[in-house]
């Protein structure tokens, strides 16, 4: 259960109103009407409380497992302890997270701005904004409504946020536009200078980043990850993408709609990625590639080069995943036979 000093707790829910809320449907003869208090994982639920299985990997705990209700697919249904109420569906995880949403529903927003908080005269506050202590809003910012900003976070002069951002203490903010629903996390830097220099031998000369950071509806940035404007053209985020703490996203990158980027990527300036790419942690990406939609970079992967659509890769330099995977097998038989000589 969910330490409640932390974490506010709706309910009791029936296993009908579960199911509802997770679009299952309930299996056997299991009460409708039961009540459960909260959602935890698999090994540590009560009777009381929902958990879930999706990873196959965890199949064989099941039958050992104390928990009330179950989400699982209809295929390891046989697996569950008799007296376990199972919500069956083709989506555990998907299922799991709409309940767990339904127990610990984000807390309201506290309308209102703390006496330590400067707020520039210029700037427009939605209805039911909060800024907490500490922080700082630029000229001519515009929040929508119901947006929340940590304290001591900085919104510099002329950022736009829609509805029902989140902007975590200690991030700064600048040169951007953001739609709604946008969550920064804590530490986030968004709008800073990108790393753009001419190079020579008498020294490197600053170039200007004129460009702004463009950020679609419903993009969630991890923890301390940076994210550089543009030098002329914008630095793009789509809607809908994912992005991992300690991710730094160079000037110009263009990351399209529903991507998911892992911990420690690192994406180099002007390089255009997909809708709906994902990267494992720690791959890098060079400077001007072309990523295509739907492709998959391996964790650790280092790119070099275009990546065709839909094409999975890893390795450094990356190339295609079966192709990695064929070299490492025959490198281990060539060294087990070295060893054996």
Known sequence: MADPRFFARAGPLTLEQLATIAGAEIGGTADPDALFADVAPLDAA?????????????????PSSRAGACLLRPSVAAKAPPAMALLLTAEPYHGYARIAGAFHPAPPVTPGIAPSATVDGTASLGPDCAVDAGAVIGRGVELGRRCHVGANSVLGDGVVLGDDCVVGPGATVAHCIAGARVIIHAGVRIGQDGFGFALGAEGHLKVPQLGRVLIGDDVEIGANTTIDRGTGPDTVIGTGSKIDNLVQIGHNVRLGRGCVVVAQVGISGSTEVGDLVMMGGQAGLTGHLKIGAGARIGAQSGVIRDVAPGM??????????????????????????????
């Not at 009560?46 to 099941?62: A, H, I, Q, S, W």
């Not at 990695?324 to 000589?341: E, F, G, N």
Request: net charge positive; charged share 30%.
């Open 46 to 62: 009560g009777p009381d409380e929902v958990t879930f299985v999706d990873n196959k990997l965890y199949v064989d705990r099941l």
């Open 312 to 341: 999975a890769v890893t390795g450094t330099p990356a190339v295609a995943a079966r192709e990695h995977w064929q070299r490492v097998t025959t490198l281990a038989r060539l060294a087990s036979k070295k060893a054996k000589d």
